[in-house]
């Protein structure tokens, strides 16, 4: 009792010390985090700037005039970005969905059916997390333009629907479960599909949920593939048309802060709610070497 | 009796391979169709002059291979990959050790910066090179005027030919440590806390404390994330194509940048292309397997 008081004493004491000791760490990390949001918040105040006052010298960091309204008519008219945004949606949404189905069901087999050739398969499905984009960047080009499926939603997203990384993730979390709760729907006389759909998938729902907000991500930032296959104006993406935007008229500043706001806002908002599956998707990406 | 029972028995399990198989189908299908096929197609098209019409490829055996070696811009952009991803692992490594070691600790504080150091992950790389344009901008940018109030003169980074590829360093970073920095608190929280306990018992403070279990304790991730790191340095490409294009005077070039601009630039080079990226490919296995071979020697010890 007596030794438990003493304990609980110094521990305070050692945390009064290093709340002293810590303040310059904190102070520092206060600075590097402004640091970091600064660019940021630069950006999003500047869709506030009319041009004149981004042009303006010295640059300012708070707008004086609110000139949102007239910056998003004129992204709105000058580039067809409810159509950037559109096939966005669509591209993300086309990817994840299914992929979230067919990624989970291959995890699913992987973690809970014995089978012939299972370590061979899974190895294979492993070694195409290797492979570097680039290397199949010209094969596949080839294949989505001789199937006929450039500037398509096809094209843009079936090659990415599958992902070996995904069922990855849905392996290890099916692994988690205990056997019994398989074997009692079995007894019960469940059909396996009924059995994975019904009672499997909802147990791994955390894991899912970062599969999809990850997945999402990955497609909404997609630089490359968009810009391979989906080239046409009315196909691009929010990442390659804007990218073409900004390279066509680097004069217009305001309308770049603008749209550079406006693409970022949903990712934004998907960060601020599901923020812990984000991380745990990383987390589990450096835990699984 | 038992033999037909024994007979059930087998079609049972053989109906269970069989689901197994038709629930692995779809995505393996996907995986043969659009990787590994592709896999296979580069190699025969990096045995050929051709571009995307087909019926104009001409087989020119390892040509493309040999010329690779004696292209001045393939060498250029290789020496700007190493020298990107030299500078850039480094800072990496250090910054994102440093700031787990810092914000371990789940406190209200450390959860905050741990999410504000995230933000540019999610961030498309689009947003990123627009932002650091305007940011980094000669006339208008806020850094620069904030660079010149520190004294500087003649502020233009980006299109500094000295000075474009430490920006671009910097702002992979600045994108990226936060994944680092998860990375390595997770790892950091997985150390059990008797270790920290016994090591306290023993008199040794926070400094040594974090050479001798943190720094210890970590290492599997660490290798992982400085594998991982390295992987994605030598494949740089967004962050490069919406920040610089390559520029100023192609001092930005990375490797998949100019593998990029020849397959897609010009009418035929895409089989040459193919091959510097099997190139590439040949050396991110090599050093897969280097530090595959350093994981598990430390994870013996």
Same mark, same amino acid.
């Given at each position: 009792?007596?030794?438990?008081?003493?304990?609980?004493?110094?521990?305070?004491?050692?945390?009064?010390?290093?709340?002293?000791?810590?303040?310059? !760490?904190?102070?520092?990390?206060?600075?590097?985090?402004?640091?970091?949001?600064?660019?940021? !918040?630069?950006?999003?105040?500047?869709?506030?700037?009319?041009?004149?006052?981004?042009?303006?010298?010295?640059?300012?960091?708070?707008?004086?005039?609110?000139?949102?309204?007239?910056? %998003?008519?004129?992204?709105?008219?000058? !580039?067809?970005?409810?159509?950037?945004?559109?096939?966005?949606?669509?591209?993300?949404?086309?990817?994840?969905?299914?992929?979230?189905?067919?990624?989970?069901?291959?995890?699913?087999?992987?973690?809970?059916?014995?089978?012939?050739?299972?370590?061979?398969?899974?190895?294979?499905?492993?070694?195409?997390?290797?492979?570097?984009?680039?290397?199949?960047?010209?094969?596949?080009?080839?294949?989505?333009?001789?199937?006929?499926?450039?500037?398509?939603?096809?094209?843009?997203?079936?090659?990415?629907?599958?992902?070996?990384? %995904?069922?990855?993730?849905?392996?290890?979390?099916?692994?988690?479960?205990?056997?019994?709760?398989?074997?009692?729907?079995?007894?019960?006389?469940?059909?396996?599909?009924?059995?994975? %759909?019904?009672?499997?998938?909802?147990?791994?729902?955390?894991?899912?949920?970062?599969?999809?907000?990850?997945?999402?991500?990955?497609? %909404?930032?997609?630089?490359?593939?968009?810009?391979?296959?989906?080239?046409?104006?009315?196909?691009?993406?929010?990442?390659?048309?804007?990218?073409?935007?900004?390279?066509?008229?680097?004069?217009?500043?305001?309308?770049?802060?603008?749209?550079?706001?406006?693409?970022?806002?949903?990712?934004?908002?998907?960060?601020?709610?599901?923020?812990?599956?984000?991380?745990?998707?990383?987390?589990?990406?450096?835990?699984?070497? | 009796?038992?033999?037909?029972? @024994?007979?059930?028995?087998?079609?049972?399990?053989?109906?269970?391979?069989?689901?197994?198989?038709? &629930?692995?189908?779809?995505?393996?299908?996907?995986?043969?169709?659009?990787?590994?096929?592709?896999?296979?197609?580069?190699? &025969?098209?990096?045995?050929?002059?051709?571009?995307?019409?087909?019926?104009?490829?001409?087989?020119?055996?390892?040509?493309?291979?040999? @010329?690779?070696?004696?292209?001045?811009?393939?060498?250029?952009?290789?020496?700007?990959?190493? @020298?990107?991803?030299?500078?850039?692992?480094?800072?990496?490594?250090?910054?994102?050790?440093?700031?787990?070691?810092?914000?371990?600790?789940?406190?209200?504080?450390?959860?905050?910066?741990?999410?504000?150091?995230?933000?540019?992950?999610?961030?498309?790389?689009?947003?990123?090179?627009?932002?650091?344009?305007?940011?980094?901008?000669?006339?208008?940018?806020?850094?620069?005027?904030?660079?010149?109030?520190?004294?500087?003169?003649?502020?233009?980074?980006?299109?500094?030919?000295?000075?474009?590829?430490?920006?671009?360093?910097?702002?992979?970073?600045?994108?990226?440590?936060?994944?680092?920095?998860?990375?390595?608190?997770?790892?950091?929280?997985?150390?059990?806390?008797?270790?920290?306990?016994?090591?306290?018992?023993?008199?040794?403070?926070?400094?040594?404390?974090?050479?001798?279990?943190?720094?210890?304790?970590?290492?599997?991730?660490?290798?992982?994330?400085?594998?991982?790191?390295?992987?994605?340095?030598?494949?740089?490409?967004?962050?490069? &194509?919406?920040?610089?294009?390559?520029?100023?005077?192609?001092?930005?070039?990375?490797?998949?940048?100019?593998?990029?601009?020849?397959?897609?630039?010009?009418?035929?080079?895409?089989? &040459?292309?193919?091959?510097?990226?099997?190139?590439?490919?040949?050396?991110?296995?090599?050093?897969?397997?280097?530090?595959?071979?350093?994981?598990?020697?430390?994870?013996?010890?």
């Amino acid at each position: 009792m007596e030794k438990g008081l003493v304990r609980t004493k110094s521990v305070s004491n050692v945390r009064v010390k290093n709340g002293v000791k810590y303040l310059p !760490i904190f102070i520092m990390l206060c600075i590097f985090a402004f640091l970091l949001l600064a660019p940021l !918040i630069w950006m999003c105040l500047g869709s506030f700037k009319t041009d004149t006052e981004v042009m303006q010298y010295p640059p300012k960091f708070f707008p004086v005039a609110n000139a949102l309204a007239e910056n %998003w008519r004129r992204v709105l008219s000058s !580039i067809d970005f409810l159509n950037l945004t559109k096939n966005t949606v669509i591209y993300a949404v086309g990817c994840t969905i299914p992929g979230m189905f067919v990624n989970a069901l291959a995890g699913y087999a992987f973690a809970r059916f014995e089978f012939k050739g299972k370590n061979v398969l899974f190895l294979l499905f492993l070694a195409t997390m290797m492979i570097p984009f680039q290397v199949i960047m010209v094969p596949l080009y080839l294949e989505v333009y001789y199937l006929g499926w450039l500037n398509t939603f096809w094209g843009l997203i079936i090659p990415k629907v599958a992902s070996a990384y %995904w069922i990855f993730l849905c392996r290890s979390a099916f692994q988690g479960l205990p056997k019994d709760l398989e074997d009692a729907a079995r007894i019960d006389g469940m059909r396996e599909f009924g059995i994975f %759909w019904k009672i499997m998938l909802p147990l791994i729902r955390p894991a899912m949920i970062t599969v999809f907000l990850l997945s999402i991500n990955n497609c %909404w930032n997609d630089l490359l593939w968009p810009l391979l296959v989906s080239s046409a104006t009315d196909m691009r993406t929010l990442s390659n048309g804007l990218a073409m935007f900004i390279g066509d008229r680097t004069s217009e500043y305001s309308l770049a802060f603008t749209a550079a706001t406006v693409s970022m806002l949903p990712m934004l908002v998907l960060y601020i709610f599901g923020q812990k599956y984000f991380v745990a998707g990383q987390a589990t990406s450096g835990i699984k070497g | 009796m038992s033999a037909t029972g @024994k007979k059930k028995s087998i079609s049972l399990e053989q109906r269970r391979q069989r689901t197994a198989y038709l &629930y692995i189908a779809p995505a393996g299908i996907l995986l043969i169709v659009f990787c590994l096929i592709p896999l296979l197609a580069s190699f &025969y098209i990096s045995t050929q002059k051709m571009g995307v019409d087909l019926s104009k490829a001409k087989f020119v055996g390892l040509d493309n291979y040999t @010329k690779i070696f004696t292209d001045r811009r393939f060498l250029q952009s290789v020496t700007i990959t190493l @020298k990107y991803t030299l500078v850039e692992i480094p800072l990496q490594m250090v910054i994102g050790v440093v700031l787990s070691a810092l914000l371990a600790k789940n406190t209200p504080w450390n959860k905050l910066f741990r999410s504000i150091y995230f933000l540019p992950v999610i961030a498309s790389a689009v947003t990123v090179g627009v932002t650091w344009q305007l940011v980094l901008h000669s006339n208008i940018g806020i850094f620069t005027y904030w660079l010149k109030l520190l004294g500087f003169s003649d502020v233009n980074l980006l299109n500094n030919t000295g000075t474009a590829l430490y920006v671009v360093v910097f702002v992979a970073i600045w994108k990226t440590f936060g994944i680092s920095t998860i990375i390595l608190v997770s790892a950091i929280q997985n150390i059990p806390e008797s270790l920290y306990e016994a090591s306290a018992i023993d008199g040794a403070g926070k400094i040594n404390q974090f050479f001798y279990v943190t720094l210890p304790g970590i290492m599997p991730s660490f290798w992982f994330l400085l594998m991982t790191r390295i992987i994605g340095s030598l494949q740089m490409f967004d962050i490069v &194509y919406t920040l610089t294009r390559g520029g100023p005077s192609r001092t930005t070039t990375t490797l998949v940048v100019y593998i990029y601009d020849t397959a897609f630039n010009s009418l035929d080079k895409m089989g &040459y292309a193919t091959a510097m990226s099997e190139v590439l490919f040949v050396f991110i296995m090599i050093i897969t397997v280097i530090m595959y071979a350093i994981m598990n020697k430390t994870s013996d010890d």
